[in-house]
C-alpha cells in the first residue's frame, strides 16, 4: 500500500521551530519531487517548498523563504521541513505530496500521492 505519513507537527510558540518529516512507505521517493504544502481553516491549499528526485532543485513560497528549509535522505525515504522562527499565521495542516516526476513545483495537480497531514499551531 502507498502511503506517505507525515510526523512532527504541533503547538509553538512564535519564533520558535519544528521539524516535520514525511515518510513513505510502500515505494520509493528516490524517483519523485517532493512538495510540502498548507492549508488553514477557510483557505486553499498552498505550496511551501519543494525538492526534486536529487535534492539538487528546490524552491519555496515567498512567504516562507529565509525560514523553511526543505531536504531529503532518500536512503531514509524520508523529506523533510525545517522550520524556524515560526509566526501565528504559520499555523495550518502541513501535508506532503509526491509529484508525479522527478521535478517539483508548487502547484497541487503535480503531486499524485498525499500524506494525511499534521496539524502545527503557532500560538503564546
Known amino acids: 500500500q502507498l502511503q506517505l505519513v507525515e510526523s512532527g507537527g504541533g503547538l509553538v510558540q512564535p519564533g520558535g521551530s519544528l521539524r516535520l518529516s514525511c515518510a513513505a512507505s510502500g515505494f520509493t521517493l528516490d524517483y519523485s519531487g517532493i512538495g510540502w504544502f498548507r492549508q488553514a481553516p477557510g483557505k486553499e491549499r498552498e505550496g511551501m517548498s519543494c525538492i526534486s528526485s536529487s535534492g539538487r532543485s528546490t524552491n519555496y513560497a515567498d512567504s516562507v523563504k529565509g525560514r523553511f528549509t526543505i531536504s531529503r535522505d532518500n536512503a531514509k525515504n524520508t523529506v523533510y521541513l525545517q522550520m524556524n522562527s515560526l509566526k501565528p499565521e504559520d499555523t495550518a495542516v502541513y501535508y506532503c505530496?509526491?509529484?508525479?516526476?522527478?521535478?517539483?513545483?508548487?502547484?497541487?495537480?503535480?503531486?499524485?500521492?498525499w500524506g494525511q497531514g499534521t496539524q502545527v499551531t503557532v500560538s503564546s
Open positions: 505530496a509526491a509529484a508525479r516526476s522527478s521535478a517539483c513545483g508548487l502547484s497541487t495537480y503535480q503531486y499524485a500521492y
